[in-house]
């Protein structure tokens, strides 16, 4: 369990997840959780925080999205607030201005409007909010 912590982070469900592999009687597997826990191999806030920079920066993804996967993972509610700091403001801006804009050069034969519909649509099936993305226009 240490080799599959250190290889990336996880969050406790997906320990627990590979554990059920394992067949492990349930106090093996607290005594290996806390064992994890205890000498830092399995950190919440760390995996939590890592997720969030490498699903913006990297997948570009929207908080929204990022929110509602954590949410899966079952992080709470509050640590996944607490961590939204890791994505600054201005870089959100420009990501979603930059998205914005390759994918509206890309629709071609529609109206401006339509255009712009279609890639609002496409922006929050990403996970950025309706507000941020009608600020642009602003």
């Known amino acids: 369990m240490v080799s599959y912590c250190v290889y990336q982070d996880r969050c406790h469900a997906e320990v627990e997840q590979k554990m059920r592999e394992f067949l492990l009687i349930d106090e093996a597997k607290e005594e290996i959780i ?4 205890k000498e830092n ?3 919440e806030e760390r995996f ?3 997720y969030i920079r ?16 954590l949410k899966q ?5 509050k640590m996944i607030s607490m961590c939204f700091d890791e994505i600054y403001e201005d870089d959100y801006i420009k990501t979603i201005k930059r998205i914005y804009e390759d994918y509206s050069s890309k629709q071609k034969g529609l109206q ?11 922006l929050m099936s990403r996970g950025f909010e309706y507000e941020k993305i009608n600020d642009i226009f602003d």
């Not at 699903?55 to 929110?67: A, D, E, L, P, S």
């Open 34 to 37: 806390l064992y994890l826990m």
């Open 41 to 43: 191999y399995l950190n």
């Open 48 to 50: 939590t925080r890592s």
């Open 54 to 69: 490498g699903k913006f920066y990297i997948k570009h993804w929207g908080k929204n999205k990022i929110r509602m996967n």
């Open 73 to 77: 993972k079952q992080i709470s509610e």
């Open 112 to 122: 401006e409007y339509q255009r712009k519909t279609k890639t609002i649509k496409y």
